[in-house]
């Protein structure tokens, strides 16, 4: 219609009507909803189309979020618990958390062509080791309090056999000062492993034979700062490792918990220049010893070489990760928090040592002037020791307190009020003198003071006094990136520097199976930093949120009209968190029943590596089912299982499409099968972008699923994080749905949390809200027909090339295929060097611009390819012809016309360093190896690093900056990088190696 406003599925969706039609003939295909006939199985269709609004503008529905935005009440918060107001440098949030050369990327498993992200990464485990005294650390974890779930059990793994032949079960002793949030969670993931928890006062805890860790705060709860020193060396006494939560931020005045004797150290890097965002997503920092890094959780950056010789970054250590060792994995983390990790690393640089301790310095002095100024209303501060959060005992008990409190709503503060009628005060980076003396006057309001005093501006005893043992004397962040980049010209260039070393969806498609690499459109970003959605504390008065709380209600209500089921929770910060959440819910079900025996999980050889490792964190004991030579779930070993384990078994968890692209036919009679024997289906909805509108969960049989919303609803990967995981619940397991302490959520018969904020990483919500609304019912719909369009055309133009290996029966696939490259393997020289393998296919495409598909998952030797909907098909076709020129350069090494070691394929990738060296010994072309097609020469990637040796980085291992003289002195003859990189390992300071 003339007066109808532009679609956005004009723009999500990539094909044009005149591209679809002319797709279609070369699939075969009459018309796609014939292709949809084709594709899905006809009984778990859809009748009706989805009851969700039409889409809108985009226009439209930001004028319309601009006034729920407006329905949220900015307090300044003094809350504290982990969480704080920051300023986030321009230059980073324009060039980082704005720009989709940082958040469209993949997690970096291709190294070549994601050293920029790498690099940042590594620079943020410098930082975490450094400022925590600690001799490793990660590339971050989802939030705190699941990091602290993480250091317990890293800390029971490590200490099983000690523990083996005690009698009674395994105990955590967790101090009572820790967060709130934090102990919840430790409950959720203590109790399915049969680990007791004991909580309560460090400084008079008994430690027992049974006791194989301990967790406690500094600064804790309250604000207040604690010297460790003697219950970790008592701890230690007794063989109980010691776990630290800490404040970045206030390590840069305290002496950092490794030079104390801990053994992990974690937290929350919020407050390095990352919004609160109403809870998230915010990077946790998790660091340990360097003889426990093979226990250690999450993605670990290391440094290694390439093929010629020069230092090049990498993911260290795959071996111990859940999508190789699946149920032995030391943990199910799929999902990190990549690109929040790489703004707190870029924060560190930007300020430097010197900035980030003045700002410590500065914050610290603001709580110094409150506790002065308090103090001539008769408010007494009660912590023996804080850094930013003062705790104050008012005059009048709870009246005043309470008269306080209205007196700070009126003037838009919130502050912490504790039971006992005290009340904490936490400033931070944004703290002005101002605030302090509205701080005092809602203080005096309370406490009945005439008028507030006025406040004394002057310095005098506002300086940084620690006691001798709790001041930090240690040098910290003496690495040459920490003391380079501090004005924004010099941080600029830097942050793009590292940019152009890596490939995002703004470079070219991201063909990743099972990744749905989509478009992250602008207009579903925009909203993230507007500060009515960025600047609330999760912890706030709810009444406060009345914006985010219309937008979860509306969220909710749309995946539950998308997957067909009746209630859903937010609070899963990824897919992993959705895995492990839906099993706790079906543990809790049962055992509400009285069937706590059920602890089996029917798992198929095909599924994703998270499946197992969440089934073993929920406590359940993994099946595997076998597959058909179909790739199919073979059904009869399935009926078998399920009988054999009638009386323990838990649950199924099934992907649907199948991992292999494709509608199995039987999933119905699957789910009857497992439900007839007592057992709940849960499904993984890692590819939920094949069935949205067409069909559903809850429509094939399911009980629960996770919805990948950094998948199919377009929250960005963040070069490997953040994500979000929400589960759909059937109404028999909605009762069950995640709780929290501070904030009400969940059902009836809530577990516990699994997260440290209420809804977690509740900012980025707003993506898949956007999505939702923008596209509608039918272009949602639309999407998932044009996914399995888009696949459907990949298959057809590189079939004939590359043998498809799973179809239906029919020869249609879903939104994604795996094309089989072991008998090009084998004809290209069986079991010798000269064999081309789906590694050497991975790394040419590199020189075409293109990022691998995934490869050898879930088969081994093939590539999965998946092109989503928002690919059009020029894009498809560039990549079709990189594929089948690839093939033409493998038959020249199967011919003998191409030398089987020296070969393009085996060189790949070239870099522009080796193409335009003054020497060329290789019997193919410069050219045949930079521009092997014509349009490569127009838009051409130069990865940065050739292919690098992964077990030379595994042998050698080092995760954090390297000194400059690493670069040179290796026998590999590394050379030094060109230009100014992370270098200087402070003095005394050794570097991981592996064992």
């Known amino acids: 219609m003339l007066l109808d406003p532009e679609q956005f599925q004009s723009r999500h969706i990539g094909p044009d009507p005149a591209e679809r039609d002319a797709m279609l003939r070369v699939v075969g295909a009459s018309s796609i909803d014939a292709l949809m006939d084709e594709a899905i199985p006809a009984r778990i269709r859809l009748k009706e189309p989805l009851d969700l609004p039409d889409g809108q503008s985009e226009h439209q529905f930001l004028s319309d979020l601009r006034r729920v935005a407006a329905c949220n009440q900015v307090f300044t918060s003094h809350i504290g618990l982990g969480y704080y107001d920051c300023i986030t440098p321009s230059v980073i949030l324009r060039n980082v958390l704005e720009n989709p050369g940082w958040y469209t990327p993949y997690t970096p498993y291709q190294a070549e062509i994601a050293q920029g992200r790498l690099e940042g990464l590594l620079n943020f485990q410098t930082m975490v080791r450094d400022l925590t005294g600690m001799e490793i650390a990660n590339a971050s974890l989802l939030d705190e309090a699941t990091a602290a779930a993480e250091a317990m059990t890293m800390m029971h793994r490590v200490q099983a056999k000690r523990i083996d032949g005690v009698n009674g079960p395994a105990r955590c002793f967790v101090a009572d000062s820790c967060f709130p949030q934090t102990i919840e969670v430790l409950r959720a993931r203590a109790e399915p492993l049969g680990i007791e928890l004991g909580v309560g006062d460090f400084r008079s805890a008994t430690l027992g034979p049974g006791v194989f860790g301990a967790l406690v705060q500094s600064p804790d709860e309250a604000g207040a700062v604690h010297d460790l020193r003697e219950f970790i060396a008592r701890a230690k006494a007794e063989g109980v490792l010691v776990a630290v939560a800490t404040d970045l931020l206030s390590l840069t005045l305290l002496t950092p918990p490794g030079e104390l004797g801990a053994d992990v150290v974690f937290g929350n890097s919020q407050r390095f220049g990352v919004p609160m965002g109403y809870g998230g997503p915010h990077a946790a920092f998790f660091a340990t010893l360097e003889k426990h890094v093979r226990q250690a ?20 250590l795959q071996t111990r990760e859940q999508h190789i060792r699946r149920e032995k994995a030391t943990s199910n983390i799929c999902t990190a928090q990549a690109l929040l990790a790489n703004i707190a690393g870029f924060y560190a640089v930007y300020h430097g040592p010197k900035g980030l301790t003045a700002i410590a310095r500065r914050v610290h002095a603001y709580a110094k002037l409150l506790e002065r100024e308090l103090a001539k209303l008769g408010v007494r501060q009660t912590n023996d020791a804080f850094f930013d959060t003062p705790r104050f005992e008012v005059p009048g008990g709870k009246p005043a307190a309470e008269r306080i409190r ?167 910060n990824s897919g992993a968190q959705g895995e492990f959440a839906g099993l706790v819910v079906i543990r809790a079900y049962h055992r509400d029943r009285g069937q706590a025996a059920r602890d089996v999980v029917l798992i198929p050889a095909s599924a994703h590596g998270t499946n197992p490792a969440s089934a073993v964190m929920a406590g359940m004991r993994v099946e595997v089912v076998a597959s058909t030579r179909e790739g199919n779930i073979d059904v009869d070993d399935l009926r078998a299982k399920a009988a054999e384990h009638k009386d323990r078994l838990a649950a199924l968890m099934v992907t649907y499409p199948s991992t292999h692209g494709v509608f199995e036919e039987s999933i119905q009679d699957i789910c009857a099968i497992v439900h007839q024997h007592g057992g709940q289906v849960y499904m993984d909805g890692a590819n939920m972008n094949a069935q949205v509108g067409l069909t559903s969960p809850a429509a094939v049989g399911a009980d629960v699923c996770h919805l ?202 070239h870099t522009a360093a080796a193409v335009s060296a003054d020497e060329w010994r290789h019997a193919y072309s410069r050219q045949q190896a930079a521009f092997p097609l014509p349009f490569v020469r127009a838009n051409k990637f130069w990865p940065s690093v050739g292919r690098i040796d992964n077990p030379y980085g595994d042998r050698n291992l080092m995760c954090s900056c390297p000194p400059l003289a690493a670069y040179a002195t290796s026998a590999r003859g590394i050379t030094a990088p060109p230009e100014p990189g992370p270098a200087v390992v402070p003095p005394g300071r050794a570097r991981a190696r592996s064992g």
């Open 297 to 316: 959780p999450g993605r670990i950056i290391g440094v290694s070489v390439d093929a010629h010789g020069n230092s090049a970054y990498r993911m260290a």
């Open 406 to 572: 209205q007196a700070a709503l009126a003037s838009r503060i919130n502050f912490r009020y504790r039971d006992a009628g005290t009340i904490n005060v936490a400033l931070d980076e944004t703290t002005d003198t101002d605030d302090v003396a509205a701080i005092v006057t809602a203080f005096a309001a309370g406490t009945g003071a005439a008028v507030a005093p006025t406040i004394d501006r002057s310095a005098d005893g506002l300086a940084v006094d620690y006691p001798r043992g709790l001041a930090r004397t240690s040098p910290f962040l003496a690495h040459q990136v920490f003391n380079t980049h501090h004005s924004e010209t010099q941080m600029m260039r830097y942050i793009r520097r590292l940019e152009r070393k890596d490939v995002g969806l703004d470079t070219s498609m991201i063909p990743l199976g099972s990744c749905t690499m989509k478009l992250n459109a602008a207009s579903e970003m925009l909203p993230i930093t507007w500060p009515e959605f960025s600047g609330l504390h999760p912890f706030a008065p709810v009444e406060q949120a009345a914006g985010y709380q219309q937008i979860f209600r509306e969220l909710e209500a749309a995946l539950c009209t998308i997957s067909g089921f009746a209630a859903v929770s937010l609070q899963p």
């Open 708 to 909: 990948n919303l950094h998948k199919t609803f377009s929250i960005p990967h963040g070069g490997g994080g953040p994500g979000m995981g929400p589960i759909g619940v059937a109404p028999h397991l909605a009762p069950y749905l995640p709780g929290h302490p501070l904030v009400k959520t969940g059902g009836t018969r809530a577990i516990h949390a699994l997260s440290a904020a209420p809804w977690s990483s509740a900012s980025i919500l707003l993506i898949s809200y956007a999505y939702i609304k923008m596209l509608g019912g039918n272009g949602m719909s639309d999407a998932t027909r044009y996914a399995i369009l888009n696949a459907n055309y990949i298959k057809s133009r590189l079939e004939p090339h590359f043998p498809v290996l799973y179809t239906r029966p029919n020869g249609r696939v879903a939104h994604e295929m795996i094309f089989d490259l072991r008998p090009l393997k084998q004809a290209s020289g069986p079991g010798g060097p000269g064999s081309i393998d789906e590694t050497d296919v991975a790394k040419r495409l590199m020189d075409f611009g293109f990022h691998a598909p995934t490869v050898s998952f879930p088969v081994a030797g093939t590539l999965m390819i998946e092109p989503t909907e928002s690919e059009p098909k020029e894009e498809l076709d560039r990549f079709c012809e990189a594929m089948i020129a690839i093939r033409a350069e493998i038959q020249a090494v199967i011919d003998g016309r191409a030398d089987p070691k020296d070969n393009v394929l085996k060189n790949a990738p």
